[in-house]
């Protein structure tokens, strides 16, 4: 084989069966070099498909070595560093971009996302629910459910607490990966495979599902949910939603787009085009009856919100004498706060 789609080297958890939990990979690998692939390839044996190899001692050092004549030395040193762990090892090769059919597969791709290798929409994830289980994230780390009983009684009689965080597929981003240049007050609102980029603030009651994210610098106090991607500038007051692609069973792609502003508890279900603002407490969906107004606010046309798609320099509305949902040209850009938003 020439080429792979992605490569990493991760340290996880299993549970008493041996079944994988979690994997974190330090540095993941987006298309590497014909060189690595070859070296990697022909010390693991690997000839091809998506593979997860589980990584003993003895494989190491011709990895260590292997890697360094490939001159992938970041690779080397964290291969090296393996030989002291005392929790199991897996490197994972997927040759093409499909969809996950195992754990180590499927926290690799959500750790290309969260390490902005990929934007969201940008991998196969069909099938990732299926490849995960269901995990109780704790203070000592990922537990399988049905160990967790006997983990407690154990840290009792230790004299110890065992803290259940949460229950969930997916464990927060920040245990994995902390992009450069993000404040996020509120870390268990951020999931892995979320895409996070320079310049974002993420308060305290912002959330961020996976596969979805912000291109930065922005300000998020709302909810940015699965599929969706914000554009740069673009601010979420506080409470706001954004209708993701698994809600429902939608198939719209839904994004925001640069430089606009969702007011407090507004929301929005369908994607907005550059400079739009949706008034607070105004829940745009694609059915939503709008009415066009000129910029003499003189009515013009009637369209359904879907209509809508897309376009830029928008300012939804709602009449408070007749409750009329309205749409009009937003002439000014919305401008972030510099102090508040400087990182």
């Not at 084989?1 to 540095?27: A, D, H, I, R």
């Not at 000839?47 to 494989?59: E, S």
């Not at 709008?290 to 376009?311: H, W």
Request: aromatic share 4%.
């Amino acid at each position: 084989m020439s080429k792979l789609f992605s490569l990493g080297f991760g340290v996880g958890t299993n549970n008493n069966k041996g079944e994988w939990l979690e994997v974190f990979y330090p540095q993941p690998l987006l298309n590497p070099s014909e060189a690595i692939t070859s070296a990697v390839s022909k010390v693991l044996g690997f000839t091809g498909g998506n593979q997860a190899i589980a990584l003993d001692t003895a494989k190491l050092e011709p990895l260590v070595t292997a890697l360094e004549a490939a001159d992938s030395l970041d690779q080397a040193a964290i291969v090296k560093s393996f030989a002291n762990s005392k929790r199991p090892l897996v490197a994972t090769l997927l040759e093409t971009d499909a969809a996950p059919s195992s754990v180590p597969e499927g926290y690799l791709k959500l750790q290309l996302i969260s390490h902005r290798l990929v934007k969201p929409h940008g991998l196969v994830l069909d099938g990732l629910f299926g490849a995960l289980p269901n995990v109780a994230w704790t203070n000592q780390g990922a537990i399988d459910l049905a160990e967790l009983p006997e983990r407690q009684l154990q840290a009792r009689l230790n004299g110890e607490l065992l803290s259940v965080d949460c229950v969930d597929k997916f464990p927060k981003m920040t245990n994995y990966v902390v992009p450069s240049g993000v404040r996020i007050a509120h870390t268990a609102r951020v999931r892995l495979g979320a895409y996070i980029g320079e310049g974002t603030t993420i308060m305290h009651e912002g959330f961020v599902n996976f596969n979805a994210g912000t291109e930065g610098p922005g300000m998020i106090e709302g909810r940015i949910s699965a599929g969706v991607m914000i554009g740069a500038g673009s601010d979420l007051g506080g409470g706001c939603s954004t209708m993701g692609t698994l809600s429902g069973g939608g198939n719209i792609v839904i994004k925001v787009g640069k430089e606009c502003l969702l007011g407090a508890n507004a929301g929005t279900g369908i994607p907005l085009g550059d400079r739009c603002t949706i008034e607070s407490g105004l829940y745009i969906t694609p059915g939503t009856k709008v009415v066009m107004l000129d910029d003499k606010g003189v009515e013009v046309d009637k369209v359904k919100a879907r209509d809508l798609s897309d376009k830029s320099d928008l300012l939804f509305r709602r009449n408070s004498i007749s409750g009329a949902v309205e749409c009009l040209t937003n002439k000014s850009a919305i401008e972030l706060n510099a102090a508040l938003h400087a990182n």
